[in-house]
């Protein structure tokens, strides 16, 4: 894995729980802005996806970046109630991060 991989895997697993962020947002602190979908491919090639956080990062208008009726939305939208986080079927309205 090369280092913006691991910038990027750094800030992931430093989303606290019970906080959203965007995926451009994980690029800036990662220090790779314009770099969201280098975060998009990183979080669907994590080796272990229950060891990083990969359900706090949604679409930087609140919106979730994977559909409702997926698996892994659903397990998105089940881990952030878990967390706390307030949603209606579409968005979320936060916490951000």
């Known amino acids: 894995m090369g280092e913006k ?15 959203v962020t965007s995926y451009g947002n994980v690029a800036k602190r990662a220090g790779l802005p ?3 979908r280098m975060v998009c491919r990183v979080l669907r090639e994590l080796p272990d996806r229950g060891a990083t956080p990969w359900w706090r990062v949604i679409r930087g208008d609140g919106r979730f970046g994977m559909d409702e009726d997926s698996v892994s939305g659903q397990e ?7 967390e706390g986080i307030v949603m209606t079927a579409s968005k979320v309205t936060g916490p951000w991060w």
């Open 5 to 19: 991989q691991q910038a990027i895997l750094m800030v992931l697993n430093s989303i606290p729980k019970g906080y």
């Open 34 to 36: 314009g770099y969201a």
């Open 76 to 82: 998105q939208r089940q881990r952030l109630r878990a």
